[in-house]
């Protein structure tokens, strides 16, 4: 089975301190990716996706216009995160490890998502 991933039922967000006393909220509004999920074969399924970082909103103009500067994501140089799996591993009967390799500017990271299949149906529209 297969999906795109829906930018319009799902969220990118994340959070951070700031100043070690307060929490930041924010997220990404443009993102795309897909979901390959072989439940007989794990091996054959991905998961693989990127995030448009221009998108960033934390709701403070300046704030956003900083993160998106050379200081942080130096989006002129660097314009996508993007994550791609490695491997898929079952860990229960409806929850997955999605492991893979998560790229911010040229670094490249190996990270553990725990995902939770909370459903299949077909799209009445």
Same mark, same amino acid.
């Given at each position: ?6 930018? #319009?039922?799902? !969220? ?10 307060? #929490? ?13 999920? !072989? ?5 054959? $399924? ?12 934390? !709701? ?15 989006? +002129? !140089? ?7 799996? $490695? ?5 229960? +009967? ?6 893979? +390799?998560? #790229? ?18 077909? +799209?009445?529209?």
């Amino acid at each position: 089975m297969s999906w795109n991933i829906d930018p #319009t039922h799902s !969220n990118i967000e994340f959070t951070v301190k700031h100043m070690m006393f307060t #929490t930041v909220r924010g997220r990404f509004g443009s993102f795309e990716g897909i979901i390959n999920l !072989n439940t007989d074969d794990l091996l054959a $399924s991905s998961v693989e996706g990127g995030v448009e970082v221009n998108s960033i909103s934390s !709701n403070d103009d300046d704030r956003d216009a900083h993160l998106r500067s050379p200081d942080f994501f130096a989006v +002129d !140089n660097y314009p996508q995160i993007t994550f791609r799996s $490695s491997r898929v591993e079952r860990v229960g +009967d409806d929850h997955y490890k999605v492991i893979g +390799d998560l #790229t911010i500017h040229d670094a490249k990271r190996e990270i553990v998502w725990d995902v939770v299949d909370a459903g299949q149906g077909k +799209d009445p529209w």
